[in-house]
């Protein structure tokens, strides 16, 4: 159960973490670019971190279904699996529609194409960084439920 739960752990710290980090201080870090050098760049940083993600939530489906297995459960448990059932669609909604048209688009030249792309993604991990916070709240706290 503890190897299970660390593993858990790791997951939600990188995959919420890294949401934290690029939208919190990369994006604005970026804002001032041009958008010939700013929509490369958060290629390149989404590029390294959504294989992360993937990891990620490997990881969490594994450890969870794990701990469930071992004796895991409450309220606590299954709003955490609703969040992140609901995290993972959005993210495989986010990597293979508007993450591939701006990879597309971007590819093209299409530089306002792009960015619309770009703030699409945007919008879609904003939410699911909201959701991820709420989570890690529930998960260090459903124990005191």
Not at 36 to 48: D, G, W
Not at 110 to 139: E, H, M, S
Request: charged share 10%.
């Amino acid at each position: 159960m503890i190897f299970a739960l660390i593993l858990h752990i790791l997951g939600a710290v990188i995959w919420v973490g890294g949401m934290f980090f690029a939208h919190f201080m990369l994006r604005p870090a970026a804002a001032p670019l041009e958008p010939a050098i700013r929509l490369p760049l958060m290629r390149r940083a989404l590029a390294r971190f959504f294989p992360w993600v993937w990891v990620s939530i490997a990881l969490l489906l594994l450890s969870g279904g794990g701990m469930i297995k071992l004796g895991a459960g409450g309220l606590a448990v299954e709003i955490m699996m609703g969040f992140g059932i609901v995290m993972m669609l959005a993210f495989g909604h986010l990597y293979f529609a508007p993450w591939r048209r701006f990879q597309r688009v971007l590819d093209s030249s299409d530089l306002p194409a792009a960015a619309a792309q770009l703030k699409q993604i945007r919008y879609i991990v904003t939410g699911n960084l909201f959701l991820g916070l709420v989570v890690v709240c529930i998960g260090a706290t459903g124990p005191y439920w």
